[in-house]
């Protein structure tokens, strides 16, 4: 049993030394992913998540042009608009998060989409919080911790991509406690994610870029 004297630094681990098949490289920063979540329904395979950058990758992880190929899909006039891997919603809502979508393969945090557009020489000017959008991501985080589905009262109104309980009575039950538990989550969430914003933990980012 080894012990470490008093005075004594305890040897700090790179995270390199953690990379293995099973922990294959970031697209975005090149450290080693790591496990998240497993293999649930709605999803192309296991998340795991870069404990540098915070990039969350479903499934395979490809390279860089791989995932600025799926960062350009998001890309609104020169401003990126991502669900936040890094908020605060996505912490405590885990596999219940509202980011976590059918289609989803890359999870953006900021820093991953700096990392990411300084690989063809552009740089982010500005990242804002978008109040409707971030309020609406940790309103349905919460309902989805009620729910046996994902994401049923956004995919409803067309908002996100639902993924339905897969028995019809676990379906109406989803439809009453969304109706039921909508306000009362709501005034849930409009006050924590105004405490995330402050923290710049918000669940919704536009981040305008521009070529150096």
């Not at 953006?108 to 740089?123: G, I, K, S, W, Y």
Request: charged content about 20%; aromatic content about 8%.
């Amino acid at each position: 049993m080894s012990s470490t004297r008093a005075g004594e630094r305890t040897p700090v681990v790179p995270l390199e030394a953690g990379a293995s098949p099973d922990n294959p490289p970031c697209p975005a920063c090149g450290e080693p992913l790591f496990g998240w979540l497993d293999a649930r329904p709605g999803l192309h395979g296991p998340v795991r998540r870069c404990e540098s950058c915070g990039l969350g990758v479903v499934g395979a992880a490809h390279g860089s042009a791989d995932a600025l190929a799926a960062l350009d899909q998001l890309d609104r006039d020169d401003a990126i608009r991502i669900v936040n891997r890094a908020s605060f919603a996505a912490w405590f809502g885990s596999a219940g998060w509202a980011g976590l979508e059918p289609e989803s393969h890359y999870l953006f945090t900021p820093e991953a989409v700096r990392r990411l557009l300084a690989n063809r020489d552009q740089v982010v000017t500005s990242a804002r919080w978008m109040p409707g959008a971030g309020i609406a991501s940790i309103w349905q985080t919460l309902l989805n911790g009620l729910t046996f589905g994902h994401n049923v009262a956004l995919g409803a109104f067309g908002r996100a991509t639902a993924v339905p309980a897969r028995r019809p009575w676990q379906r109406r039950l989803d439809a009453l406690i969304s109706v039921l538990a909508a306000i009362p989550a709501l005034l849930v969430a409009v006050p924590l994610e105004l405490v995330a914003a402050i923290f710049r933990r918000g669940a919704a980012i536009s981040l305008r870029f521009k070529l150096l």
